[in-house]
Structure formats: structure tokens, C-alpha cells
T-cell receptor
Framework: DAKTTQPTSMDCAEGRAANLPCNHS???????VYWYRQIHSQGPQYIIH???NNETNEMASLIITEDRKSSTLILPHATLRDTAVYYC????????????FGQGTTLQVKP | DAGVTQSPTHLIKTRGQHVTLRCSPI?????VSWYQQVLGQGPQFIFQ???????GRGNFPDRFSARQFPNYSSELNVNALLLGDSALYLC????????????FGPGTRLTVL
């Protein structure tokens, strides 16, 4: 599975959009991009995933560049409850359930 | 529907002891994975079980073992505990082996003294 690079930490004002970047320059054609988050003292929570098209669900939007070497997770209207560590993971869909977590980005949403 | 449940919530053991952690997946989910999360780091994959068979193993010593029961619940066993085994142990379930969306439980906080 390809390696990802994320900033260590980011701040965002409450009510504003939070844009979390992820670099995955060695991603292969059959690898998906996944995002999970972990709120303090809880288990990780699945957010969204995509292959090459942009994706949107009730939680977030995922924008993947045309060359698929980077992506951005967008939380359109961040709230204090979105303060968490956000993990970007790339993996082949047909693999086992193994997820390789990096250090992630600690997002602090401030009032 | 109940989410993934884990027991116990917290556990304190001493070096050399063994521990058994338990996980009940979401109803209908047949795959269970275990992760270890040391303070300040992301979770690390330990095992995956699907249909009661081991389908994946991370880079952990043989002191770590697991099994899955006919009802798809799972146990993680750790023998000869070391101080470095102190961590949050997370269980995740999914409907199929390769399913991308995994649902995590709240974890068991293990402290080894």
C-alpha cells in the first residue's frame, strides 16, 4: 500500500471550511484513498473514500487531483466536534481489511 | 443497532501476566480486525479474522494470538506481557473481508505495570 504524507496539525475557525491535504505520490492505479478520523479517546471513524472521482457524503467531500498524487478532505462547516486526528490511507480494495495508519493530521477547530 | 463492543474498558496487569480482550462485531459483520494504538501514534494492525479464519497478521510477536468464534465475536490474547504492550487495543468489524468501511469499537485501555 502506498505511503501518505499529511501535515502534523492544522487549525480551523468554527463554521468555516476545513481543508485537510494528503500527498500520496506513489499511489497505484488500483489503490483507493480513504479518510478516517479519531476523536479523543474514541475508536477511529470512517469518513469517506474514493478512487479518482470526487466524492461527497453527509460528512465531507473528497477531492482527488487528476494525477491522483494528492487529495483534500473538506469539512464544509467545521464545528468544535470535528476536532480530531484525521488519517489519510491508501489501499487496494481487494486487499484484506488491513488499514495502515500514519501519524495523521490533528485538526483543532476553534470558536 | 449496537455498534462494535469491547470488554473490558480498562485493564491493569503486571509484567509476565497474560490478558484476554474481547470484541463483539456489529450484527451481520463477519470480519473482525485488531489494532494496537500506542499513545501518540496511529493504530497498528495486529490481526484480521474472517469466517473464523485468520486472514491477515501484522508485525507482532507470537505472544499475540487471536481467534474468532462461530457468532463472529473475537478474542485477542497476549501472553508474557511487557511494559511496551501498554496501549489502546481497538477492534474493528466489517461485513466482508475486503470491505473498506470498517467500524471501530471504543477500545480496551491496557496498562502493564
Amino acid at each position: 500500500d502506498a505511503k501518505t504524507t499529511q501535515p502534523t496539525s492544522m487549525d480551523c475557525a468554527e463554521g468555516r471550511a476545513a481543508n485537510l491535504p494528503c500527498n500520496h505520490s506513489t499511489i497505484s492505479g488500483n489503490e483507493y484513498v480513504y479518510w478516517y478520523r479519531q476523536i479523543h479517546s474514541q475508536g477511529p471513524q470512517y469518513i469517506i473514500h474514493g478512487l479518482k472521482n470526487n466524492e461527497t457524503n453527509e460528512m465531507a467531500s473528497l477531492i482527488i487531483t487528476e494525477d491522483r498524487k494528492s487529495s483534500t478532505l473538506i469539512l464544509p462547516h467545521a464545528t468544535l466536534r470535528d476536532t480530531a486526528v484525521y488519517y489519510c490511507i491508501v489501499r487496494v480494495s481487494s486487499n484484506t481489511g488491513k488499514l495502515i495508519f500514519g501519524q495523521g493530521t490533528t485538526l483543532q477547530v476553534k470558536p | 443497532d449496537a455498534g462494535v463492543t469491547q470488554s473490558p474498558t480498562h485493564l491493569i496487569k503486571t509484567r509476565g501476566q497474560h490478558v484476554t480482550l474481547r470484541c463483539s462485531p456489529i450484527s451481520g459483520h463477519k470480519s473482525v480486525s485488531w489494532y494496537q494504538q500506542v499513545l501518540g501514534q496511529g493504530p497498528q494492525f495486529i490481526f484480521q479474522y474472517y469466517e473464523k479464519e485468520e486472514r491477515g497478521r501484522g508485525n507482532f510477536p507470537d505472544r499475540f494470538s487471536a481467534r474468532q468464534f462461530p457468532n463472529y465475536s473475537s478474542e485477542l490474547n497476549v501472553n508474557a506481557l511487557l511494559l511496551g504492550d501498554s496501549a489502546l487495543y481497538l477492534c474493528a468489524s466489517s461485513f466482508r473481508q475486503e470491505h473498506n468501511e470498517q467500524f471501530f469499537g471504543p477500545g480496551t485501555r491496557l496498562t502493564v505495570l
